[in-house]
């Protein structure tokens, strides 16, 4: 695995398991005079899990101008005092 800050290689200087969550930690060095650490999460992903059908697409002809479909308010007639 690449360092994220410098792009370097990296070695794994730590790993722990959880067997609660099924997890690996790993506890990991860059390769550069620098010796950025950082810690990774690594986990099984659920394989055949269900999704909600995406929604098909509808595509709306571009004549149409803004506002179409919508009635028209008309203009309601006030009386005006004497």
Do not use: W
């Not at 990296?10 to 690996?24: D, F, G, K, S």
């Not at 002809?61 to 009386?79: D, F, I, L, N």
């Amino acid at each position: 695995m690449k360092c994220p800050v410098c792009g370097k290689p990296t070695v794994i200087l730590e790993t722990r398991h959880n067997a609660i969550t099924n997890t690996n930690y790993r506890r990991r060095e860059c390769d550069s005079p620098a010796t950025h650490r950082f810690t990774t999460v690594e986990s099984v992903a659920a394989v055949g899990a269900k999704r909600a059908p995406k929604r098909p697409v509808v595509a709306l002809p571009t004549s149409r101008r803004a506002g179409a479909g919508v009635p028209a308010q008309e203009k309601q007639k006030t009386k005006q005092p004497k």
